[in-house]
């Protein structure tokens, strides 16, 4: 069992394999729902623990749905404004450009 005092370099190969397969199969070793961070996905309804790429490839599905669908979430991203209904009057500035032509002569 591993010690809470050891650190990354200290765990044996047993030790880590199995953090790496709780970690693949959280639900089976009872740890809540509440606590993935892939709950009720969209295409099939289950509740999972997705790691680095995956979890990349999975945001990119769903930002590219809610802009097919149009969504308002989706169009918003689409522009590059603020999702979470944030106030962008003033704030938020720094992304965004404005070109001003110069006149000649």
Do not use: C
Request: aromatic share 4%.
């Amino acid at each position: 069992m591993e010690t809470p005092h050891n650190s990354a370099g200290e765990i044996t190969s047993e030790e880590l394999e199995r953090i790496v397969t709780i970690i693949q199969n959280p639900t089976q070793y009872k740890i809540p729902t509440w606590f993935l961070n892939r709950q009720r996905d969209i295409t099939d309804g289950k509740d999972s623990q997705v790691l680095a790429n995956q979890m990349e490839s999975k945001l990119r599905e769903d930002l590219e749905r809610l802009k097919k669908i149009r969504a308002h979430r989706g169009l918003r991203h689409y522009w590059g404004l603020r999702v979470r209904g944030q106030h962008t009057k003033t704030t938020g500035r720094r992304g965004r450009t404005v070109g001003v032509s110069k006149k000649k002569g």
